[in-house]
């Protein structure tokens, strides 16, 4: 055993000795050459052997803000890599190899292979937020005459407007025409009552007429403002509701709305407040509209302003970050709505 052992370091010390002493060695470590000089030779030989590990931590996960168009970063690889820090240079071309150049380097008596421990920046994961759309969403509703609906709607006019039935109007009912509008109202009373409806930038359906239309609209208010927020029923004809919070979403009927406005008009509140706490702001509050004519001219005019005066929601408003229809994705922090046909 002791004569193998002794055979192999002869063997090990007669390569190495050949490793110097060939023409790769001795143009790496040989004192004979002048160009480049031995000291420059020695710094280019110390630094290809020094290998650099570098150790690339977990990606850290942030999620994207609230947006209307989703952003995804490809995610990060994680784990550890060695990259060395140099290869053969020009003058060694004596040497066969990267790894015959290494080999010579070592003939240097203070030189030995390294490795450097480096910590990459930490990478970082976006995951796409959630998508909210800006608006309010309306569903359109078109009566034809001597219909089970239609007549409940025409009786208010002698009986009063407690008469209308919200279950057989909406409940299992599909709108004629749905969409997003970045208003609320705008019709006038000088509108022929006999021609298709023409708001948010559409029209009723052919045949229909404005004196025999109903439009429900609903969304979410997300409040920057703390404070006394306001709701105006500025015109109507027949009627208009109004409901803020949870009872816009479910349950709503005529006598829990958060205020409510008829033609002729015989007085009562043209507006309703509600307040916005500090703890409130950025959360989206549910609100609903819903105007009804039962026949012949018709009129709706609504607002939703902040504590500035500052219209949120009006006939004129464009489209704005505080007022959205519904929101998806991860964390979304207003829900969808559920189907017009569903909601009582």
Same mark, same amino acid.
């Given at each position: #055993?002791?004569?193998?052992?002794?055979?192999?370091?002869?063997?090990?010390?007669?390569?190495?000795?050949?490793?110097?002493?060939?023409?790769?060695?001795?143009?790496?470590?040989?004192?004979?050459?002048?160009?480049?000089?031995?000291?420059?030779?020695?710094? #280019?030989?110390?630094?290809?052997?020094?290998?650099?590990?570098?150790?690339?931590?977990?990606?850290?996960?942030?999620?994207?803000?609230?947006?209307?168009?989703?952003?995804?970063?490809?995610?990060?690889?994680?784990?550890?890599?060695?990259?060395?820090?140099?290869?053969?240079?020009?003058?060694?071309?004596?040497?066969?190899?990267?790894?015959?150049?290494?080999?010579?380097?070592?003939?240097?008596?203070?030189?030995?292979?390294?490795?450097?421990?480096?910590?990459?920046?930490?990478?970082?994961?976006?995951?796409? !937020?959630?998508?909210?759309?800006?608006?309010?969403?309306?569903? #359109?509703?078109?009566?034809?005459?001597?219909?089970?609906?239609?007549?409940?709607?025409?009786?208010?006019?002698?009986?009063?407007?407690?008469?209308?039935?919200?279950?057989?109007?909406?409940?299992?009912?599909?709108?004629?025409?749905?969409?997003?509008?970045?208003?609320?109202? !705008?019709?006038?009373?000088?509108?022929?009552?006999?021609?298709?409806?023409?708001?948010?930038?559409?029209?009723? @359906?052919? !045949?229909?007429?404005? !004196?025999?239309?109903?439009?429900?609209?609903?969304?979410?208010?997300?409040?920057?403002?703390?404070?006394?927020? #306001?709701?105006?029923?500025?015109?109507?004809?027949?009627?208009?509701?109004?409901?803020?919070?949870?009872?816009?979403?479910?349950?709503?009927?005529?006598?829990?709305?958060?205020?409510?406005?008829?033609? @002729?008009?015989?007085?009562?509140?043209?507006?309703?407040?509600?307040?916005?706490?500090?703890?409130?702001?950025?959360?989206?509050? @549910?609100?609903?509209?819903?105007?009804?004519?039962?026949?012949?001219?018709?009129?709706?005019?609504?607002?939703?302003?902040?504590?500035?005066?500052?219209?949120?929601?009006?006939?004129?408003?464009?489209?704005?970050?505080?007022?959205?229809?519904?929101?998806?994705?991860?964390?979304?922090?207003?829900?969808?709505?559920?189907?017009?046909?569903?909601?009582?």
């Amino acid at each position: #055993m002791k004569t193998l052992t002794l055979f192999l370091l002869q063997a090990l010390a007669a390569c190495a000795v050949d490793v110097c002493q060939n023409n790769c060695g001795r143009a790496v470590a040989g004192t004979a050459r002048l160009h480049p000089p031995l000291s420059e030779r020695w710094s #280019m030989c110390s630094t290809a052997l020094i290998r650099t590990s570098t150790i690339t931590p977990p990606a850290a996960t942030v999620t994207a803000p609230i947006t209307y168009i989703r952003h995804a970063l490809d995610s990060q690889t994680t784990g550890s890599t060695e990259l060395a820090q140099s290869g053969k240079p020009g003058y060694a071309s004596a040497c066969t190899d990267d790894a015959a150049y290494e080999s010579a380097c070592q003939c240097f008596a203070d030189i030995t292979p390294s490795t450097v421990t480096a910590t990459a920046a930490t990478p970082t994961e976006t995951l796409p !937020g959630p998508t909210c759309t800006q608006g309010v969403e309306f569903a #359109m509703y078109n009566y034809d005459l001597n219909t089970t609906r239609w007549d409940n709607l025409e009786d208010a006019i002698d009986y009063g407007h407690a008469w209308v039935n919200f279950t057989l109007q909406f409940s299992g009912v599909e709108p004629n025409l749905t969409g997003i509008t970045s208003t609320l109202g !705008g019709v006038s009373q000088q509108s022929n009552p006999d021609l298709p409806i023409d708001i948010y930038g559409v029209s009723g @359906p052919p !045949g229909s007429t404005l !004196g025999r239309t109903v439009i429900d609209h609903r969304g979410y208010i997300v409040p920057q403002i703390a404070g006394f927020h #306001m709701i105006w029923l500025e015109s109507s004809d027949n009627a208009v509701y109004a409901w803020v919070g949870d009872r816009a979403v479910r349950g709503w009927t005529a006598s829990n709305a958060s205020i409510r406005r008829f033609w @002729p008009h015989t007085g009562g509140l043209e507006t309703w407040i509600f307040d916005v706490r500090d703890r409130e702001l950025g959360t989206p509050i @549910p609100f609903r509209f819903l105007w009804l004519n039962y026949g012949g001219p018709g009129a709706f005019r609504a607002s939703i302003s902040d504590p500035r005066g500052s219209n949120l929601l009006s006939p004129t408003t464009g489209l704005n970050s505080r007022i959205i229809s519904s929101c998806s994705g991860p964390g979304a922090p207003a829900a969808a709505w559920a189907p017009w046909a569903n909601e009582i």
